[in-house]
């Protein structure tokens, strides 16, 4: 077992919230430097950390590219769906939470077309409800499928969409915002067109800018598409690709923290090494939390090792808001819920923690608990009710 990590900083929480995200030292420290935009230094790094992203795609990243897009991770969803979707496309996309439905607001503001899974709260979109959307409709030239949905925490089936969406000739776009750098992902059983995530999310680095990862070849194919320049993927690949350059001013600082955090990232052992640490921090998590009587809203075979969805206990004694500031107050910030039938909370696994770090959050979990007089943490029956439509799939 490694030395535990060491707390962000005396007296500043744990941001259980991916992301913003806890960030190490070293990541912040590397943002004590003013970089001059057009300066050789600047464009060397930025050249560094498209190469060091593309790295962490695995064989057959040659026939691809990174493009780095300033803005925070929903900018990117939209350069990719307003560049890759030609005008006369239409995309097919899969919803189980929060993201999947910003997804499908976005081609509304496109104004191009598009049909809607939705599956609800977290239910996953499975690769025959895809094989089927795509039978029906000839029209569809696009799948657009959230690989982890961070409303939930849920690890959606990717590989068995991509499958389908492959075999129906349709090509993939993937937000895979939440799960890119620690999670493995196999490009050659995904075969996706493009796929977003961002910096501050498993890579640990600061909020500022996100990056698409794309085929060369649909980046060249895209030239016009787009109903924005600002989101313009194939414009800023085309100028980054000519001058080096980001086409409008970037977040310089932001970038420079980000290739520290792909240092560590490659010092943890890459996807794999931070995908133990997550596994483990969410292992730690789960099992004490359940411990206490908490619950999960996902079995263990769809929980990701991003995030966790617990129901809030029953007992009339618990309150989230005070729950939250007890939790704030022992030194660790957690998110709301997002499930639109039962209440419950969120707790990431991803960031600057280990399972040392872990278990002190279900100290003060259980803690908050005797603060409040909670005597039972157990759920209300309603919420086992939703736990038995995933159990039934
Ligand atoms: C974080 C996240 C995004 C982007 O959200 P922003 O608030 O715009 O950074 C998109 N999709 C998923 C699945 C995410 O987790």
């Given at each position: 077992m490694?030395?535990?990590l ?7 929480p744990?941001l259980?919230?991916p ?8 990541v ?6 003013d ?12 050249r ?8 962490l ?5 040659e ?26 496309g ?11 439905l ?23 979109p ?14 569809i ?10 409303s939930?925490?849920i ?24 799960a ?6 196999d490009?050659?059983?995904?075969r ?5 995530s961002s910096?501050?999310k ?7 800018f ?9 980046l ?6 787009c ?8 414009a ?16 310089t600082?932001?970038?420079a ?12 052992g ?5 995908a133990?640490?997550y596994?483990?921090n ?6 004490g939390?359940r ?6 809203l ?17 007992d ?19 998110y ?8 419950s ?8 923690m ?40």
């Amino acid at each position: 077992m490694p030395a535990p990590l060491p707390p962000p900083k005396l007296g500043e929480p744990y941001l259980l919230t991916p992301g913003p995200l806890t960030t190490s030292f070293g990541v912040k420290e590397a943002m004590l430097k003013d970089w001059g935009s057009w300066d050789d230094d600047f464009r060397a790094l930025t050249r560094e950390i498209r190469a060091g992203i593309l790295d962490l795609i695995g064989p057959g990243a040659e026939a691809y590219d990174c493009v780095p897009i300033q803005g925070s991770g929903s900018y990117c969803v939209e350069a990719m769906l307003g560049t890759f979707v030609p005008k006369d496309g239409k995309v097919l996309v899969l919803a189980n939470g929060a993201y999947g439905l910003r997804a499908a607001q976005t081609m509304t503001y496109l104004n191009r077309a598009h049909t809607l899974i939705d599956k609800g709260d977290y239910l996953p979109p499975r690769g025959d409800d895809v094989a089927h959307a795509l039978a029906e409709d000839p029209a569809i030239t696009h799948v657009l499928a959230i690989h982890c949905e961070t409303s939930s925490g849920i690890l959606n089936p990717i590989d068995e969409i991509a499958e389908a969406t492959h075999a129906a000739g349709r090509k993939l776009l993937i937000d895979s915002m939440s799960a890119f750098g620690g999670v493995p992902m196999d490009l050659a059983t995904l075969r996706y067109t493009a796929m977003v995530s961002s910096a501050n999310k498993c890579i640990e680095g600061v909020p500022g800018f996100g990056f698409v990862i794309a085929r060369t070849s649909e980046l060249e194919a895209a030239k016009g598409n787009c109903h924005s320049l600002s989101l313009d993927v194939e414009a800023q690949w085309s100028t980054m690709s000519k001058t080096g350059q980001w086409r409008f001013t970037p977040p310089t600082h932001v970038v420079a923290a980000f290739r520290e955090a792909l240092r560590a990232h490659a010092q943890e052992g890459g996807v794999e090494g931070r995908a133990a640490r997550y596994s483990n921090n969410r292992d730690a998590l789960v099992t004490g939390m359940r411990a206490l009587g908490f619950e999960t809203l996902l079995d263990d075979r769809w929980l990701s090792p991003i995030i966790v969805t617990f129901f809030c206990p029953a007992d009339p004694a618990f309150q989230f808001s005070q729950f939250y500031d007890l939790m704030k107050s022992k030194g660790f910030i957690i998110y709301p819920g997002k499930l639109t039938v039962v209440d419950s909370f969120r707790i990431g696994c991803i960031g600057q923690m280990d399972a040392h770090v872990m278990n002190l959050v279900v100290e003060a979990a259980r803690d908050a608990l005797s603060d409040m007089g909670v005597v039972s943490a157990a759920p209300p029956a309603i919420a086992l009710n939703e736990r038995k439509k995933l159990a039934a799939l």
